[in-house]
T-cell receptor
Framework: QKEVEQNSGPLSVPEGAIASLNCTYS??????FFWYRQYSGKSPELIMS????GDKEDGRFTAQLNKASQYVSLLIRDSQPSDSATYLC??????????FGAGTRLFVKA | DAGVIQSPRHEVTEMGQEVTLRCKPI?????LFWYRQTMMRGLELLIY????????DSGMPEDRFSAKMPNASFSTLKIQPSEPRDSAVYFC??????????????FGQGTRLTVV
């Protein structure tokens, strides 16, 4: 079993819609969770971090964490074509280790 | 701050040659990670350091791979001898620690390695 799992997609949504990206993790000791965006040929860049159960909102982005279900999600409201990218979920234990999922490709159609 | 700096950006080498990838982390960050990214396997953690000490190298695929961090501002990943299946993008990332937890990892631009 992979430590961080994501649906590889592609996920296709129309412009203006809500994109929902999901991730599960296997290590119950994970304490920090991150969503990164990676454009083709570029390096990953952080969108959101979340450390406690519940929702965290930042502009058009909302991260949700449920530690009991070992589940992390990212919602993108009012999706734009510029949001088209691969979204990587990552989980980190207290022991320094940060593991990434394989990523979900998102296409936002204009 | 200039961010995480990796060199070279691109490397093409022949099978059997030694390859050395270099990384300068962000000043003040005490964790450093080496990742490898391929289409098939995604972003794989190879090794990570904390305060210049290797913590876990279980992701290093073979003995042909080695990594060092002689000081807080420099790390290398060496492949000797290189093989075509080592072709990938290699990322270095650094991260500060806050209250004992990892915070955001900042990535370098990556080194695209092609072994022919």
């Amino acid at each position: 079993q992979k430590e961080v799992e994501q649906n590889s997609g592609p996920l296709s949504v129309p412009e203006g819609a809500i994109a929902s990206l999901n991730c599960t993790y296997s290590d119950r000791g994970s304490q920090s969770f991150f969503w990164y965006r990676q454009y083709s040929g570029k390096s990953p860049e952080l969108i959101m971090s979340i450390y406690s159960n519940g929702d965290k909102e930042d502009g058009r982005f909302t991260a949700q964490l449920n530690k009991a279900s070992q589940y992390v999600s990212l919602l993108i409201r009012d999706s734009q074509p510029s949001d088209s990218a691969t979204y990587l979920c990552a989980a980190s234990t207290g022991g320094f280790k940060t593991i990434f999922g394989a990523g979900t490709r998102l296409f936002v159609k204009a | 701050d200039a961010g995480v700096i990796q060199s070279p950006r691109h490397e093409v080498t022949e099978m059997g040659q030694e390859v050395t990838l270099r990384c300068k982390p962000i000043s003040g960050h005490n964790s450093l990670f080496w990742y490898r990214q391929t289409m098939m396997r995604g972003l794989e953690l190879l090794i990570y350091f904390n305060n210049n000490v290797p913590i876990d190298d279980s992701g290093m695929p073979e003995d042909r791979f080695s990594a060092k961090m002689p000081n807080a501002s420099f790390s290398t990943l060496k492949i000797q001898p290189s093989e075509p299946r080592d072709s990938a993008v290699y990322f270095c990332a650094s991260s500060p620690r806050d209250r004992g937890m990892n915070t955001e990892a900042f990535f370098g631009q990556g080194t695209r390695l092609t072994v022919v």
